[in-house]
Structures are given as structure tokens and as C-alpha cells.
């Protein structure tokens, strides 16, 4: 069976989240101090907490986070980083329109400040916006008032201003780098060297190199403790290699499972009941740009192939170069029977 991790002290490797904490004070504890009650009064006034749950997804696992403070305003240019490039440019279409019909309202309600413009046409209102806001004006119609200079004067601002700020979001977006690494879709467990050994293959999909590449493997599961209760563990899974000055096409990362490991003894069986789950990352820098990159994947019980190892993606022609078949990174032939060694 399963060598439980916890009969001696987890490993430095090692790190548990559980549902408490039986080493912390509790909030009766705190509540009765005078200082955790005006300390209380100035949090609530600081921090407001918002009753809309935000879910945040890592990679097939989604947490929904309540009693949140309110997201400030910086928070908003991470999310529109985070948008894909389609979404960027209807937000970024979807805000131009938007400015465009609110100063064409303003035009269009005073009394003839736009000289050459039909009274209370909100159609000529709205081009006449668009020509203000990109300050391209081509003489036929220009402000003959106050309220028409007033008016044309913020939209010149705020077209300024919004011109420069939509300028550096591209510029950001398309100077941030990014990793094309392919994972491998499975997890294969089976014998190397005659001693069972989990593998995994990542593959390079750039051009280029990535150099000073690191990779890590983490693992977790749930584990029960002597109280009663059920903790979630991780361990970072010792590899054959953990980095590579050139990192040119793909590679199989591999862990012998020993009696250091903690996969030690366990079955498909028990990792379902543990609800293991297993995080690939991979962290380089990309020689053209250069910066740092970084990317991961994660596995469930679910993705491991017992038995099985990944099959021979590299050959080497008559003209002495390697050859890599990326089409054939997620296949697996079966390599004998399971062998992870029982307690």
C-alpha cells in the first residue's frame, strides 16, 4: 500500500494546505482585545468587500474567491492584458463608438455651436465627433460658440490622452513575449532502467532555441491527518534533469519513483482517491527578445497512462541531421506492466 507521507515530518519538499489551521489564534480570541475592535472599525472603512464572487481558472481547476475587496483601478489594465486579441479589438472599437455617440449628444444639444452643421442632426453631430476625436479637421465644419469650443476642447484632450494610452497598450501586448511549449496530454508511467518511472514530454514549438530553460514537475494529493481531517499536499518531483542551457525541440522529463518518492507505492487506485493532480512548468527566455518566458500545464489522475512509455520522436537521417516528429509527441506503446513498488 501507500507509504503515508505522514508518519514522519513532511518533507522540506513539501508543503500542506488544509481547511484550518490548529496552530492559529481563533477570531473569539482576537474579538475580545479593545485593539482587534477599533483595528476592525478602520477595516471596514478601508476595505469594502464585494458581494460579486470572482472565479479564477488554473488550468482545470476553477476557484471561486468571495468576500473580496473591490477591485481598484489598477486592476484594470492586467485585464485588459489578459484579453485575446479579438476581445482587445472590440474593446478598443466598442470604447471609440462609445466616446463618439456620448460628445455627439453634446453637440447635437447646443444651439447651432457647430457653424456648417444642420441643427439638431445627430448624424452630422456623430462624423463631426469622429473628426474631433482623431484632431483631423478638414474646414467645412469647426465650433462658433463657447459652448462648441468648450466642448471641442475636452473631446481633443480625451482623444489625445486615449490615443497615447491605446498606443502603449499595443505596444505592450505585442513586445511581451510568450512560450510556444507543447505538453504532452497524458502523464506515462513504466519501467526505465528496470525501476518504474513517470515521464513526460514537452516540446519546443519556436524557431528558435529557448535558452537557460528550467522545467519542475509538481505533485499534490489530498492526505488524511491524525485529527481527522484531510490536507492537500505538494512535493516537487525530483527529475533525471531539471534544466538545459538550449532548449532546440522536445524532450521527456523523468522521475524515478523510489522510496524518496512520493509516488512510492501508490496505484491508479489510490491517486483517485487522493485526487492527485500534477503541474508541468517550464521557465526560459526567448533569445529574440530577450525576457523571460513561462508556461505551464497541469494533469489529473485521470491523464496518467500506467504500463506505458512515450515512443521515439527522433531520427537521424543519412545528411546527419535530427529530425522531429512533433505529430507523434503525445504517443505512448505499452512498455510492460505496472511497477511502482508496494509498501
Known amino acids: 500500500m501507500?507509504?503515508?507521507v505522514l508518519k514522519?515530518?513532511?518533507s522540506p519538499r513539501s508543503s500542506p494546505v488544509g481547511r484550518g489551521d490548529s496552530h492559529s489564534r481563533t477570531h473569539d480570541d482576537?474579538?475580545?482585545?479593545?485593539?482587534?475592535?477599533r483595528g476592525e472599525k478602520v477595516r471596514r472603512k478601508v476595505f469594502r468587500r464585494s458581494s460579486k464572487p470572482v472565479s479564477v481558472r488554473s488550468g482545470q481547476v476553477e476557484f471561486l474567491k468571495l468576500n473580496l475587496q473591490r477591485r481598484e483601478y489598477r486592476d484594470i489594465y492586467q485585464w485588459v492584458?489578459?484579453?485575446?486579441?479579438p476581445e482587445f479589438a472590440l474593446l478598443l472599437a466598442g470604447i471609440y463608438i462609445i466616446l463618439n455617440l456620448v460628445f455627439a449628444a453634446f453637440y447635437a444639444l447646443g444651439d447651432e455651436c457647430i457653424a456648417g452643421m444642420r441643427s439638431g442632426s445627430y448624424y452630422d453631430a456623430f462624423f463631426f465627433s469622429v473628426q474631433t476625436l482623431a484632431?483631423?479637421?478638414?474646414?467645412?465644419?469647426?465650433?462658433?460658440n463657447l459652448y462648441g469650443h468648450i466642448i471641442t476642447t475636452i473631446e481633443i484632450i480625451v482623444g489625445v490622452f486615449g490615443l497615447a494610452v491605446m498606443t502603449g497598450l499595443i505596444f505592450v501586448r505585442f513586445s511581451r513575449p510568450a512560450a510556444r511549449i507543447l505538453f504532452s496530454k497524458v502523464i506515462a508511467i513504466g519501467p526505465l532502467n528496470g525501476r518504474p518511472t513517470l515521464?513526460?514530454?514537452?516540446?519546443?514549438?519556436r524557431a528558435q532555441s529557448m535558452v537557460e530553460a528550467e522545467f519542475r514537475i509538481l505533485f499534490t494529493r489530498d492526505e488524511p491527518i491524525m485529527e481527522g481531517d484531510t490536507f492537500r499536499y505538494f512535493y516537487s518531483l525530483k527529475l533525471h534533469f531539471d534544466r538545459l542551457i538550449s532548449f532546440p525541440a522536445a524532450l521527456t522529463l523523468r522521475h524515478t519513483i523510489d522510496e524518496q518518492s512520493p509516488l512510492y507505492g501508490e496505484t491508479a487506485e489510490s491517486l483517485t482517491k487522493s485526487r492527485a493532480m500534477f503541474v508541468a512548468s517550464v521557465v526560459g527566455i526567448d533569445p529574440v527578445i530577450p525576457a523571460a518566458v513561462q508556461t505551464q500545464q497541469d494533469y489529473t489522475w485521470r491523464d496518467i497512462r500506467f504500463g506505458q512509455r512515450f515512443v521515439e520522436i527522433y531520427s537521424e537521417p543519412s545528411d546527419g541531421r535530427l529530425t522531429v516528429d512533433f505529430g507523434r509527441l503525445h504517443d505512448t506503446e505499452p512498455v510492460g506492466e505496472q511497477l511502482i513498488p508496494r509498501t
Open 2 to 4: 501507500l507509504k503515508k
Open 8 to 10: 514522519k515530518p513532511p
Open 30 to 37: 482576537y474579538a475580545n482585545s479593545g485593539s482587534f475592535a
Open 81 to 85: 492584458l489578459s484579453l485575446k486579441w
Open 135 to 144: 484632431t483631423v479637421g478638414y474646414g467645412h465644419w469647426y465650433p462658433q
Open 199 to 205: 515521464m513526460l514530454r514537452v516540446g519546443n514549438l
